[in-house]
């Protein structure tokens, strides 16, 4: 039987993948003989919700040996940066038998049902590259002996229902009854699974990845990092010179003044102290490439914005404040930011592919990430009081909204 293959490219419709970041996205492997099960699976997450590739669906391109420029392995390895998840499918494909292990109850050789091997490999790959939180294994009923008996490193998860999704290191595995012995008998009229059984495996599945997407995601690329930097050396201090100005308190002693212009400080810090509103809002752009100066420099035209200074960890904090909130009569001001650091991604992607359509992919799951982590620094500081009055002070908004305030 013959599958589709990528006909150019490494990515399956890169450019609806680039636009459809905010789905999760998740591989199934599987053996051929299992493409029953991998269909059912994908059938139980919504398209307009999950972008859903099965091996066999055309993400595969020509390899080496059949004339195209890389092996499976280097595709394979491709996949673990495009799909956000992946889910594995241990269905009783082949007999695994020890050849140096007699310790059965009766000193036979141990033995069992197995998954085929090339697709436990996969399972590896994937784990080792987006971690297990993220890689699933469905697994039939039947092949219990071999979890216990061949894939030993298994074991301690195989009963573990109450600690599901809740650890980072816990390697998921759920188990659906399956229906082989009949199935083989009868392949026009028969499945391999019990319908309801693996439905609610899948369901449980669902809920996970559901549950989990929107978390901050720390990986090989730098976005976590970065944010976490910007949210400490700009947002934090700007909140603490807020709230310091707001209740007249003594500047702490690490605040850094080289450099700062007192005269216009003072002005600007006069004007914090006594409006009513004050804000700053980290405006996220539509691309990495948009966090460079040079690219949105024109949205930020003399006419519409003032740049002021303020003590920063290292240097004076330079932040743009909307112009008509200069003016003596308004009682509210507002800065905007752009996280320039966002930018320092796109050389940390280039080493990591050369391939244009992945690096595109990874370019917008990296500027999402960053603001998750953002969010999460924001919404931490909140619940900690520290700095105080965080959420009143900062807000993280979209490059569309930076617009519609501003032009």
Not at 81 to 102: C, V
Not at 246 to 252: A, E, G, Q, V, W
């Amino acid at each position: 039987m013959e599958y589709p293959v990528l006909d150019k490219g490494t990515v399956k419709g890169w450019e609806a993948k680039v636009k459809n970041i905010g789905r999760p996205s998740i591989f199934v492997g599987s053996s051929r003989e299992s493409m029953l099960i991998a269909e059912r699976v994908r059938k139980g997450f919504p398209e307009d919700e999950f972008v859903v590739d099965p091996w066999y669906s055309g993400v595969f391109g020509k390899t080496t040996s059949t004339g195209g420029g890389m092996s499976n392995a280097e595709w394979l390895k491709n996949f673990t940066d495009i799909y956000d998840y992946a889910i594995f499918i241990f269905a009783p494909d082949d007999e695994t038998k020890s050849l140096t292990r007699f310790d059965m109850p009766d000193g036979t050789a141990r033995n069992a049902m197995g998954a085929r091997h090339n697709v436990v490999y996969e399972f590896g790959l994937f784990m080792g590259r987006i971690g297990a939180k993220k890689t699933f294994i469905l697994f039939d009923e039947a092949l219990e002996d071999f979890v216990r008996l061949f894939f030993t490193d298994l074991v301690e998860n195989l009963n573990d229902t109450a600690a599901k999704g809740k650890s980072d290191f816990r390697i998921e595995l759920h188990r659906y009854k399956g229906n082989y012995p009949q199935y083989l008998k009868n392949k026009d009229t028969e499945l391999p699974y019990e319908d309801s059984s693996i439905g609610a495996c899948i369901g449980d599945i669902r809920e996970q990845i559901k549950t989990s997407f929107n978390d901050v995601e720390i990986s090989f690329l730098p976005s976590t990092s970065l944010a976490i930097g910007y949210f400490n050396n700009c947002i934090s201090i700007f909140a603490n010179i807020v709230h310091v100005l707001k209740n007249d308190l003594p500047y702490p002693a690490n605040w850094k003044q080289d450099g700062l212009k007192k005269e216009e400080f003072d002005e600007i810090a006069e004007k914090i102290r006594h409006g009513k509103s004050v804000k700053l809002k980290i405006v996220i752009p539509e691309s990495l490439e948009g966090a460079i100066q040079k690219n949105f420099t024109k949205d930020f035209p003399e006419s519409r914005f003032q740049t002021k200074s303020f003590p920063g960890a290292n240097r004076p904090l330079t932040l743009a404040c909307h112009i008509v909130d200069i003016k003596e009569t308004s009682e509210s001001l507002t800065f905007y930011d752009v996280p320039t650091t966002m930018n320092s991604s796109l050389e940390a992607i280039k080493m990591v592919t050369e391939h244009y359509e992945i690096r595109e992919l990874l370019k917008e799951k990296e500027r999402r990430n960053f603001k998750k982590a953002l969010d999460y620094k924001i919404a931490l500081a909140k619940k900690q009081e520290a700095p105080k009055d965080i959420d009143s002070i900062i807000e993280v908004i979209s490059w569309k909204q930076f617009i519609q305030e501003t032009s």
